[in-house]
């Protein structure tokens, strides 16, 4: 049931855009978006609901695409604060706890 | 707005010894989780707190640990004893509604635990 992320890691410079991948081989009613810097904790990004919904985030936005149990995470002319880990978690039906992906590590070059 | 505050934020033991984190999660708050996060892995979860009542235990090795919400606030998490294998960070969350997957969760720093 766990999500699968892709890549699992990504360096960029500065600048550039990076888009994350979160699947699931289970119908979705819910992806949760995270960022983890090193030893912090992780922080909320944003939630999407079944429905094709799409956000947006100042230069962060995320797609959900109910068909391919899929969302993506999109990070367009990226900072270096951008830098981290990011999770993904998966929500199955109306009560389900959320489970989360093994994360996609972000390294932002100068 | 005070986040959610954990202690300690570092904890070195020997094997075989017991272990205990606190969590005091945001006010007004009534879902409280723990979860473990293993070195490049996400959060999985050990148990939801919905007041003080275990809602969702599944994942939790009762062998060894346990857990507590005193009042529907603090939360306790304990390891009883430790093993080599629970080297890691234990995340505690809070979120306002009842745990449902469109519940926000926020997240404190965590305890990192070595067992040695």
């Known amino acids: 049931q766990q999500p699968v992320q892709s890549p699992q890691a990504v360096i960029l410079r500065e600048g550039e855009d990076a888009v994350i991948n979160c699947s699931s081989s289970?119908?979705?009613?819910?992806v949760h978006w995270y960022r983890q810097k090193h030893g912090e904790a992780p922080v909320f990004l944003m939630i999407?609901?079944?429905?094709?919904e799409q956000k947006g985030h100042e230069k962060i936005s995320a797609s959900f695409n109910e068909k391919k149990q899929q969302s993506s995470l999109y990070l367009t002319a990226s900072q270096l604060s951008y830098s981290g880990t990011y999770f993904c978690?998966?929500?199955?039906?109306?009560?389900?706890?959320?489970?989360f992906g093994s994360g996609t590590r972000l390294s932002i070059r100068p | 707005e005070a986040g959610v505050v954990q202690s300690p934020r570092y904890k070195i033991i020997e094997k075989k010894q017991p272990v205990a984190f606190w969590c005091n999660p945001i006010?007004?708050?009534?879902?409280l989780y723990w979860y473990r996060q293993n070195l490049g892995q996400g959060p999985e979860l050990l148990i939801r707190?919905?007041?003080?009542?275990?809602?969702?235990d599944s994942q939790l090795p009762k062998d060894r640990f346990s857990a507590e919400r005193l009042k529907g606030v603090d939360s306790t998490l304990k390891i009883q004893p430790a093993e080599l294998g629970d080297s890691a960070v234990y995340l505690c969350?809070?979120?306002?509604?009842?745990?449902?997957?469109?519940?926000?969760?926020?997240f404190g720093p965590g305890t990192r635990l070595t067992v040695l």
């Open positions: 707190y919905e007041n003080e009542e275990a809602v969702d």
């Open positions: 978690g998966t929500g199955y039906s109306s009560a389900s706890k959320i489970i």
């Open positions: 289970k119908a979705l009613y819910s």
């Open positions: 006010s007004g708050h009534n879902t």
């Open positions: 999407l609901l079944k429905g094709g």
């Open positions: 969350a809070s979120s306002l509604g009842s745990g449902g997957h469109t519940d926000t969760q926020y």
